[in-house]
C-alpha cells in the first residue's frame, strides 16, 4: 500500500526558529506536495515538486522554502517561524501518468506551533 | 481559479440514518473531483473520485458521490451511517495536472448512537 511518511509528528518552536519538516514516501510517485490546514481556511497549496531537484510555487508560499532531495524525500524549510505559521502540515504524493496524477496520497500530519 | 465551496460547515445525525454532505465547485473548466475523509488525528484518506462517465461514483465505506455539471455539485451521500463514520470530510478539486488540489473548508460529521 502507498506510504507517506512525516516527521517529526509535533513541533513546538520560538518566534524567529528555525524549523525543517520532513515527509518521505515509498509509492515511487513522482509529484509531491505540501499542504497547510487551518481552521477557516481548510488546506492550501504552499510548494510541491515534480522530482528530485525541482520545485513548484504554491498558493501560499511566503515565509516557506523547500527541497525535494530525492524522489522519496521533500523537506519543508521554515528559516524564521512566526507565529502566523503555526498550523497542521500535511505532505502528500502523486503518480506522473494520466488520471492518477490527480490523486494525492496523504501523510498524517505535523502539528507545528510556533510560540 | 478554481473554488470548493462546503455550505455545511458541521452535520449531526443519528446512527443508522441517511447522510448527504454537499459540495458545489466553480471552475472554467470540468474538474478532476474528490472527497477525502480526515479522522481524528490522521491524514487524509480519499473516499472516492470522478473523472468522467457515469456521474455516480462509488468509493469505500458505503459512500457515494453524484456528479451534476449542470449544478457544479458532487454531493457526497450514505444511506445508514455508523458511529465511525464521524469526522471531517474534504470535497477537492484539479483541473490541473499534477499542480495540487483545490480543498472546501471541509464538513464536520459528527454520529451520534
Known amino acids: 500500500e502507498a506510504a507517506v511518511t512525516q516527521s517529526p509528528r509535533n513541533k513546538v518552536t520560538v518566534t524567529g526558529g528555525n524549523v525543517t519538516l520532513s515527509c518521505r514516501q515509498t509509492n515511487s510517485h513522482n509529484y509531491m506536495y505540501w499542504y497547510r490546514q487551518d481552521t477557516g481556511h481548510g488546506l492550501r497549496l504552499i510548494h510541491y515538486?515534480?522530482?528530485?531537484?525541482?520545485?513548484q510555487i504554491g498558493d501560499v508560499p511566503d515565509g516557506y522554502k523547500a527541497t525535494r532531495t530525492t524522489q522519496e524525500d521533500f523537506f519543508l524549510l521554515l528559516e524564521l517561524a512566526s507565529p502566523s505559521q503555526t498550523s497542521l502540515y500535511f505532505c502528500a504524493s502523486s503518480d506522473a501518468w494520466g488520471q492518477s496524477s490527480y490523486e494525492q496520497y496523504f501523510g498524517p500530519g505535523t502539528r507545528l506551533t510556533v510560540l | 481559479a478554481q473554488s470548493v465551496t462546503q455550505p455545511d460547515a458541521r452535520v449531526t445525525v443519528s446512527e443508522g440514518a441517511s447522510l448527504q454532505l454537499r459540495c458545489k465547485y466553480s471552475s472554467s473548466v470540468t474538474p478532476y473531483l474528490f472527497w477525502y475523509v480526515q479522522y481524528p488525528r490522521q491524514g487524509l484518506q480519499l473516499l472516492l473520485k470522478y473523472y468522467s462517465g457515469d456521474p455516480v461514483v462509488q468509493g469505500v465505506n458505503g459512500f457515494e458521490a453524484e456528479f451534476s455539471k449542470s449544478n457544479s455539485s458532487f454531493h457526497l451521500r450514505k444511506a445508514s451511517v455508523h458511529w465511525s463514520d464521524s469526522a471531517v470530510y474534504f470535497c477537492a478539486v484539479s483541473i490541473y495536472y499534477a499542480q495540487g488540489l483545490t480543498f472546501g473548508l471541509g464538513t464536520r460529521v459528527s454520529v451520534f448512537p
Open positions: 515538486s515534480y522530482g528530485a531537484g525541482n520545485l
